[in-house]
């Protein structure tokens, strides 16, 4: 068969061709990399990488197909998808079709036979940036780059609204005892799965949804999401989150979710150079002394300086790599939030104990 040729063009000038893969067209974000070897189909789905590109660097993707049970949002909202080997056909029995077709059905363009390896050396050098895949600018670097400079940057960029749910719904018994407020900034649904699993009955509410409305339902506590963009420019979600600290009710963030819970505490967000993508980034715990590997997607963090200077808040976890802050707690309220993904979907369990942290914490409130 004859594969159709695509072109992948990067801000910087930086050219890669290769054959195109999924929807034909012509598609941009910025482009970031994820080190996971596996679960492929969780990384697409997951809301965190709304408006992004995402190159992935193990060798094959496509060859286990995709399985509706391993989505973690009714729909992926990539901005495409860069690989090395791309197969449609896949070997896995359960399977209930190819990534191809998966990638045609929700309009994802995405380029293979490229050279991932230095792809991603190439962006750990001169850091995350926009980029474009497209199967119509064969020969035209021009018209190419005219739609690139069409495609928004990622800072600054609110995105939250855009992907959370438009209503309330609920997950869980709703005969359990605890009820847990969820904000929606673009939640993964493993995390609900770890709290209905612990007995919570959760209530997800959109993004932009006030403290007056979440309190009329009488949670025992809130959960701040994970999601895609720039913290810094959520004036909304950082005034909700205040308003939530003032309930004095149990609160606990992740990714995004953490980034807003620092927001709210006076301490700054700042744009990563590359971010932390993949399922083996290590993390100390300062607590226990516990090291801990972590599944993490993440372009924003939250500053060290601001954190430490703040008599209100302790850091709780770093990362190992580079001293990022990667988890805090707030002393004077029982609050606390972590930058990685202890629902681990895909990745390592270690830091699943967080979940039992919160529950531990909202039966102490």
């Known amino acids: 068969m004859i594969k159709q040729k695509a072109t992948l063009l990067l801000a910087d000038g930086?050219?890669?061709?290769?054959?195109?893969?999924?929807?034909?067209?012509?598609?941009?974000?910025?482009?970031?990399?994820n080190t996971g070897m596996t679960g492929y189909q969780e990384i697409y789905t997951d809301p965190s990488y709304t408006g992004q590109i995402i190159v992935t660097t193990t060798s094959h993707i496509g060859n286990y197909g995709v399985i509706d049970e391993e989505v973690e949002s009714d729909?992926?909202?990539?901005?495409?998808?860069?690989?090395n080997t791309f197969s449609d056909v896949y070997s896995r029995l359960d399977a209930t079709g190819s990534l191809q077709d998966y990638l045609v059905s929700n309009k994802i363009t995405g380029i293979a036979d490229v050279d991932t390896r230095q792809l991603v050396r190439h962006l750990r050098s001169k850091g995350a940036m926009n980029a474009i895949i497209s199967s119509e600018y064969e020969g035209d670097l021009d018209g190419l780059q005219a739609e690139l400079d069409k495609v928004p940057d990622m800072a600054g960029l609110e995105?939250?609204?855009?992907?959370?749910?438009?209503?309330?719904?609920?997950?869980?018994?709703?005969?359990?005892p605890i009820k847990v407020a969820c904000m929606?900034?673009?939640?993964?649904?493993?995390?609900?799965?770890?709290?209905s699993d612990r007995g919570v009955y959760c209530k997800v509410f959109p993004a932009k949804t006030s403290l007056a409305e979440m309190e009329e339902w009488a949670p025992n506590a809130y959960f701040l999401s994970n999601g895609p963009g720039d913290p810094a420019v959520?004036?909304?979600?950082?005034?909700?989150?205040k308003d939530i600290l003032d309930t004095g009710k149990p609160v606990f963030?992740?990714?995004?979710?953490?980034?807003?819970?620092?927001e709210a505490c006076g301490i700054s967000t700042y744009k990563m150079h590359h971010g932390h993508r993949g399922l083996n980034h290590p993390i100390k715990n300062l607590l226990t002394g516990k090291s801990e590997i972590t599944s993490q997607n993440h372009g924003f963090n939250i500053t060290r300086e601001d954190s430490e200077q703040n008599p209100e808040v302790e850091i709780t976890h770093v990362h190992l790599n580079d001293n990022t802050v990667a988890g805090i707690r707030l002393k004077n309220k029982p609050a606390f939030s972590v930058q990685y993904h202890p629902e681990s979907s895909p990745g390592p369990h270690d830091s699943r104990?967080?979940?039992?942290?919160f529950i531990s914490l909202i039966n102490k409130n």
């Open 75 to 83: 729909h992926p909202t990539i901005g495409g998808i860069v690989v």
């Open 253 to 262: 963030g992740i990714c995004l979710g953490h980034q807003l819970l620092a």
């Open 353 to 357: 104990y967080l979940f039992d942290d």
């Open 159 to 176: 995105l939250s609204s855009t992907v959370c749910t438009p209503e309330p719904y609920f997950v869980g018994d709703e005969s359990s």
């Open 14 to 33: 930086t050219v890669f061709r290769g054959s195109l893969i999924g929807n034909p067209g012509t598609n941009g974000g910025e482009i970031c990399f």
């Open 184 to 195: 929606d900034f673009g939640i993964k649904k493993n995390i609900l799965r770890n709290l």
């Open 234 to 241: 959520m004036d909304y979600a950082v005034k909700t989150t």
